[in-house]
């Protein structure tokens, strides 16, 4: 046993867990061994620790556990777990406590800062029930209430106003403890005047009660001055009195005045084991340990009297002190000595080595006395390991005690209620739980704020907003309001599945009750509103937060400026684009483009541009970036007369336009069609001084994009002769537009061109030129014409080797590796490549055209939309149906949908 009792606390714990008893808490091992069978499934699935995984989330077990769960229970369905736990639930119903509370609980009234007690109402409500007041009754109705300080103490003023019954001096220390322990100490001083002013009525030794009260209530100087008073006046405490006053002088931490109390009990002959545990205790407090364990083994030695409450302190003072091999050799000392119960030492030293983490040694410990002694933990025991399993997520632990629980006959508490809710919850069986939950009226279960947070957390992670939401409104109407988490949990899931009249009353309660949610609580609804096109709404609760000095999120204002832009309501869009930059966030250019875009789509689209543009001056530091904005903006909207106001500007507030300033202005000409305007533009910036490249290449694409090729190419060329290197992408889109009006002859010496100042032929490039050359003989013909074909490099021959090779169309028996091997050299293959030889080759030989897939894929291609329609073309073309729709449900899953022309080949 000493070996046992050591290696729970020193050697690393494991996991130790005898069989399942036979009797279950169904009644039939089947149905028992299925349940643990599922419990244990899902247990280790419920310890994984994924990066940003929220505890208040479960997991949900898959749905073929379910399934074989549902099979194996008795009659199929979770109806028999519900069941069972809620006949376990009710075994421990006390039905006339109950009704006693119940009708007490009927009738609280608050006044003032005092908890008034409403006699006449609770007279008529007890008066019914036919109690036969004894002390026992009332003790028991005091210790099952315990928690219902109001309820208790106006049974105790009711009990104390019946003329069968005056209180004892053990029903005024439990109304003491009562309101101790609820940390009510102005309620319970008040209780004590009104007493000491009522003094004629009561039976019971009026000094012992106040002494005792005050002791209690942690004023050992009052209590102390009492006790003078009485013994001035040559009366004295009783030993149950001077018991609670030695208890209490210890727990009030006044050593000295202990010793002198415990030799006036010594002297006065009221010395007991009461004492002698009271005197451990209190050299625990002083951590004078090995005093405690000498003055405890003197007892033994000395044959005095000892009584359990002296083990288990210093057993919880070696705990507490981290001596847990001492405590451990405690036990087994004693326990082998048999001169005392040790049922309250086996109880604190496993709540001990529960509070210390040591589970593994806990579950040894308490299978080993329960094989060696029959040794049961009480329900608080139990309820204290079963609650910190389930914060370690060990569901199989916890389903295994309350196995032992129900064979036991141990009557669950109100604690164990609610870790069996919260354990349903952690396990994926949350439809289990809220069974339980709902008949909680039939064994008066009232669920604690974990377990209103565990249903709540656990049904909106798994989709039922509904029924989260209604466990919610149940909790607030017991008095009971979620936690920062659990608010947060349920006020995504209400904007996530768009409950946002639901939303409105979560907020609306919670400013009730003075809870302020997180910032990012009110940016997930605002956000929620402006997606359901709730926009007034969701700007009259941003306007709250501005004015209750909350500063919504960028992405907040991102979402109603969004929204109001597709409302077409620009002057509130430009208004918050103000204001969100008065609290400090920087909006995008694109978020600017957006806005200027619909403020010119509005009436006097001017007056609008301009007000904003004075707005943004007028509250900001003008700088080159918000000038360029506006520039932008303007041009998107169509507007380049309002860019060229706002350039002009530039230069009268002393702002020197950038670069990025004239390429922006460039473009908003160009984009609009205002060629004439852009070339204008373009050599009044060239008028004394060499302009960039940038602005060559900006000139060049636009123009080409303004559908102009010949001006295009004519600045491209004085670029060159500025010996300024154009960029890839002038070459691309020059070289696309010339090929559309089939200039090839200037398209091969442009090529020739870009190559001479080291641009290579782009993947761009080269799949313009395979198009066209596929299209006609032309661009081949202008290539053999060209001086490049006679006097070119090694790549001119070979690209010009290619172009004829697709001018040719392709020859379907011509080695496909070799052409892609042939391309390479000329260009980088990207997809669009593949598609125009799948195209080619899935015409005339399908099985050509599934190789090369395969090869393109093996080769890291990713195919898109085309690839799969080109294919499922040419199946069908070839008559080859199944294998047409089979390459369709492959586009489908790759995430593709065909469109209506291919849809007709099947």
């Known amino acids: 046993m000493m070996l046992t009792l050591r290696c729970a606390c020193v050697r690393k714990p494991r996991a130790f867990l005898p069989p399942l008893p036979i009797i279950s808490i169904y009644g039939d091992t089947t149905a028992a061994a299925a349940f643990f069978f599922y419990i244990s499934t899902t247990a280790h699935s419920s310890n994984r620790s994924n990066i940003g995984y929220n505890p208040f989330y479960h997991f949900q077990p898959p749905s073929a556990a379910a399934a074989a769960i549902g099979s194996e229970l008795q009659g199929g369905s979770q109806e028999d777990v519900v069941h069972s736990f809620r006949e376990w639930f009710k075994s421990g119903n006390k039905p006339l406590l109950d009704r006693i509370f119940q009708s007490l609980a009927s009738h609280n009234e608050e006044f003032g800062d005092h908890l008034e007690l409403s006699r006449q109402a609770v007279d008529a409500a007890l008066s019914q029930l036919g109690l036969r007041l004894t002390e026992d009754l009332v003790l028991e109705v005091l210790n099952y209430g315990k928690h219902h300080v109001l309820s208790c103490l106006k049974f105790f003023d009711w009990a104390g106003r019946q003329p069968v019954f005056y209180h004892s001096r053990s029903t005024f220390n439990a109304i003491f403890k009562i309101l101790y322990r609820a940390k009510l100490k102005p309620l319970m001083l008040d209780f004590l005047e009104t007493y000491m002013k009522r003094r004629h009525d009561h039976r019971v030794r009026f000094y012992n009660t106040l002494v005792m009260g005050y002791a209690i209530a942690g004023k050992p100087e009052v209590a102390l001055q009492l006790f003078g008073r009485m013994r001035f006046q040559g009366i004295d405490l009783d030993g149950y009195a001077y018991h609670v006053l030695l208890n209490a002088m210890v727990e009030e931490n006044c050593f000295d005045v202990v010793e002198m109390l415990a030799k006036q009990i010594a002297v006065r002959g009221l010395e007991s084991d009461i004492t002698h545990s009271i005197l451990v205790k209190s050299f625990c407090k002083q951590k004078q340990l090995d005093k405690a364990e000498l003055f405890l083994r003197e007892l033994v030695g000395s044959n005095r009297v000892l009584n359990?409450?002296?083990?288990?302190?210093?057993?919880?003072?070696?705990?507490?002190?981290?001596?847990?091999?001492?405590?451990?050799?405690?036990?087994?000392?004693?326990?082998?000595?048999?001169v005392v119960p040790m049922e309250r030492a086996y109880s604190v030293w496993i709540t001990d080595l529960v509070l210390a983490g040591k589970l593994d040694g806990v579950l040894e410990f308490?299978?080993?006395?329960?094989?060696?002694?029959?040794?049961?933990?009480?329900?608080?025991?139990?309820?204290?390991?079963?609650?910190?399993?389930?914060?370690?997520?060990r569901l199989k632990d916890v389903c295994n005690l309350l196995m032992e629980m129900k064979e036991k006959n141990i009557y669950p508490d109100q604690v164990t209620m609610n870790a069996v809710l919260c354990f349903f919850c952690k396990a994926g069986m949350v439809e289990v739980a809220l069974q339980l939950y709902n008949t909680r009226a039939e064994f008066s279960l009232s669920p604690s704020s974990m377990a209103y947070n565990y249903i709540i957390n656990t049904l909106s992670g798994d989709g039922s907003i509904d029924e989260a939401y209604g466990v919610l409104k149940n909790s607030l109407d017991q008095g009971y309001f979620p936690g920062k988490k659990t608010f947060f949990i349920l006020a995504d899931a209400l904007c996530r599945e768009g409950k946002l009249d639901k939303m409105k009353e979560l907020i609306l309660v919670a400013l009730e009750r003075n809870f302020m949610p997180i910032d990012s609580i009110y940016d997930k609804f605002i956000t929620a509103l402006c997606k359901a096109r709730k926009l007034e709404d969701g700007y009259l609760l941003h306007g709250q937060l501005n004015r209750s000095g909350k500063v919504s999120s960028k992405g907040t204002y991102f979402n109603l400026i969004s929204g109001f832009n597709k409302s077409n309501r620009g002057d509130i869009a430009a208004r918050l684009l103000i204001e969100m930059q008065e609290k400090g966030h920087s909006p995008t250019r694109k978020l600017f483009r957006a806005v200027i875009c619909c403020l010119c789509d509005m009436e006097n689209p001017e007056k609008q541009f301009l007000k904003l543009l004075e707005m943004q001056l007028s509250c900001h530091e003008p700088n080159?970036?918000?000038?360029?904005?506006?520039?932008?903006?303007?041009?998107?909207?169509?507007?380049?007369?309002?860019?060229?106001?706002?350039?002009?500007?530039?230069?009268r507030n002393g702002i020197l336009p950038n670069l990025s300033s004239e390429i922006l202005m460039l473009q908003s000409y160009l984009k609009n069609g205002r060629v004439s305007e852009a070339l204008n533009f373009f050599n009044d910036l060239s008028q004394g001084t060499k302009l960039?490249?940038?602005?060559?290449?900006?000139?060049?694409?636009?123009?080409?994009?303004?559908?102009?090729?010949?001006?295009?190419?004519?600045?491209?060329?004085?670029?060159?002769e500025n010996k300024l290197k154009p960029s890839l992408e002038c070459y691309e889109v020059l070289i696309q537009l010339l090929c559309s009006y089939k200039k090839y002859d200037v398209v091969v010496g442009l090529i020739e061109e870009m190559m001479e100042v080291g641009r290579h032929v782009s993947s761009f490039i080269g799949n313009v030129l395979l198009v066209h050359s596929l299209k006609t003989n032309q661009l081949y013909g202008a290539w053999v014409h060209s001086k490049g074909s006679h006097n070119g490099t090694s790549?001119?021959?070979?690209?010009?080797?290619?172009?004829g090779t697709f001018s040719h169309h392709i020859r379907v028996n011509q080695d496909v590796e070799d052409l892609e091997k042939v391309i390479e050299q000329c260009f980088p293959l990207d997809i669009y490549?593949?598609?125009?030889?799948?195209?080619?080759?899935?015409?005339?030989?399908?099985?050509?055209?599934?190789?090369?897939?395969?090869?393109?894929c093996q080769k890291g291609y990713e195919p898109n939309?085309?690839?799969?329609?080109?294919?499922?073309h040419g199946f069908s073309k070839h008559g080859m149906t199944t294998e047409a729709k089979r390459w369709v449900e492959e586009m489908f899953k790759k995430g593709f949908h065909p469109t209506e022309n291919t849809k007709l080949f099947i």
């Open 795 to 803: 790549f001119n021959l070979l690209l010009g080797e290619l172009i």
């Open 692 to 720: 960039r490249r940038k602005l060559y290449n900006t000139m060049i694409v636009g123009l080409c994009k303004a559908n102009k090729p010949d001006i295009a190419l004519g600045i491209l060329m004085k670029m060159r």
């Open 366 to 393: 308490v299978q080993s006395m329960k094989s060696l002694e029959g040794y049961v933990p009480d329900v608080f025991r139990y309820n204290t390991l079963i609650c910190k399993l389930l914060r370690e997520n």
């Open 624 to 651: 080159c970036q918000i000038y360029n904005f506006f520039i932008d903006g303007a041009g998107h909207a169509g507007k380049p007369e309002l860019a060229r106001e706002v350039f002009e500007t530039m230069w």
């Open 308 to 338: 359990q409450y002296a083990v288990g302190f210093l057993v919880d003072g070696f705990c507490k002190n981290n001596q847990f091999e001492k405590a451990a050799r405690l036990v087994e000392e004693f326990r082998e000595l048999g």
């Open 833 to 856: 490549t593949y598609n125009m030889l799948l195209r080619r080759l899935s015409t005339n030989n399908i099985d050509l055209a599934c190789e090369l897939f395969n090869r393109l």
């Open 865 to 872: 939309q085309w690839t799969y329609e080109i294919l499922v």
